[in-house]
Each structure stands twice: as C-alpha cells, then as structure tokens.
C-alpha cells in the first residue's frame, strides 16, 4: 500500500474509532513533505462512498492534506452519512496528488481520461478528476463538473485542466 493511501486509511480508522486525528508521520518522508492538492476517495465494493479534496494546497505538507482530506471525505461528503466503525473493513481507499492547474484555451486541449478540471463561473468552482469511469468525453466532463458547482449552461466560464498522480 502507497504511505498516502496507508495514512488516509489511518486517518479515517482513527478518526472514526476514537474522533482522534493521527500526528505527521515522523521523520516527514520527503515525498509527503511536498505542496499539493490532494483528493481522497473512499470506495465500498466498488461504489464511491466519500471523496474531498483540495485542487490548491492549502496546508503546510503533502502529509496535512492528506490527513485533512480523509476526514473530510469520511465525515463531510455531503452525498453520504459520516462513516461508521462497522464499514472499516469494506472500505478501499485512493489519493489523488494533483498538478497546478493551468488555463485551458479551448475544449480541445482536454482528455478526460489524462486530465481532470476545474469550470470556473464568477465565485463558482466545479472539479472532476481524471479517468472516472462513465466520463468519456470533455463534455460530459465539463458538464458533472459544472453541476457539481451550480453553474448552467450558458453560464459564461473558465476552463483549468491538471494531471493526477493516483495511489491506490
């Protein structure tokens, strides 16, 4: 198991047992030293049960948002109750590590399978992930991440794309 997806696993038992969040890992491991957005997705037999994240870094270390990022997506998602003690052992757990993200010109320049997004109308933010099963073309894309954000069509929007670096 990849150590970001070991410490959202230990950050979400722990949380979830005893409402105590875990401390950095000590010595840091340089690679969860870093500065990134992360998302962390939570899955029961095969089926989404959490998923939060940050498209910005908005913590001191990779380490942080991880930690931060798994209780949300285990307490916080508003789609699904808080998880519970007697769903642990169901549960299957990815970190999403992402790339800054960079203006995007036209549609053209996206690929749902290698890039995720960010639609971006006024105040509003949409983001979807890359290579989501059932997302198959830059509209469907830009359409759940514009739903998720509240914006319609017609809305006139900014358009970032990014990579991931996925650990399962």
Not at 77 to 106: C, G
């Amino acid at each position: 198991m990849h150590p970001l997806v070991k410490l959202a696993k230990d950050t979400i038992e722990t949380f979830t047992l005893n409402g105590k969040t875990v401390e950095l890992p000590q010595p840091l491991p340089a690679e969860m030293a870093e500065t990134a957005g992360t998302f962390v997705s939570i899955k029961k037999k095969g089926e989404l049960r959490g998923c939060i994240g940050t498209f910005q870094p908005t913590t001191e270390n990779l380490a942080a948002e991880v930690i931060q990022n798994a209780i949300s997506a285990s307490t916080r998602d508003p789609r699904f109750p808080p998880v519970t003690s007697d769903e642990l052992d169901d549960l299957e757990y990815s970190v999403d590590v992402l790339s800054a993200p960079e203006k995007v010109k036209s549609k053209k320049e996206l690929d749902p399978k290698k890039f995720g997004v960010i639609v971006i109308s006024g105040t509003k933010k949409g983001l979807l992930l890359p290579d989501l099963e059932g997302v198959d073309t830059v509209d469907d894309q830009i359409s759940i991440a514009s739903a998720k954000a509240g914006i319609y069509m017609g809305d006139e929007i900014e358009l970032y794309s990014f990579e991931v670096r996925r650990h399962r």
